[in-house]
Nanobody, 111 residues
Framework: QVQLVETGGGMVQAGGSLRHYCAAS????????MDWYRQAPGKQRELVAF???????YYADSVKGRFTISRDSAKNTMFLQKNSLKPEDTAVYYC?????WGQGTQVTVSS
């Protein structure tokens, strides 16, 4: 069983910043890609960013240039730095690991 600790949500004004933290423990095995997803109210869950074991990154067009994903593979942790936040970034953010999903963290961006 995988345990996930997800932190870094909150309420900010547009233009502000937040930093998400995700730590995985338990029966993890090896972790290749580490992902951040989000789900806004009334919308489908979407992939925001991922980072491979080699450190290659992908970003959704909607966050490119504003979000930065990083990881510490030795500690099974991952970060998502979010700058220049917009109201449309309001969502619950998740960091699934090997098919296990946590509760996510709520981010609310006011205009």
């Amino acid at each position: 069983q995988v345990q996930l600790v997800e932190t870094g949500g909150g309420m900010v004004q547009a233009g502000g910043s937040l930093r998400h933290y995700c730590a995985a423990s338990g029966r993890i095995g090896s972790i290749n890609d580490m992902d951040w997803y989000r789900q806004a109210p009334g919308k489908q869950r979407e992939l925001v960013a991922f980072i491979t074991g080699a450190g290659n990154t992908y970003y959704a067009d909607s966050v490119k240039g504003r979000f930065t994903i990083s990881r510490d593979s030795a500690k099974n942790t991952m970060f998502l730095q979010k700058n220049s936040l917009k109201p449309e970034d309001t969502a619950v953010y998740y960091c699934p690991v090997n098919g296990s999903w946590g509760q996510g963290t709520q981010v609310t961006v006011s205009s």
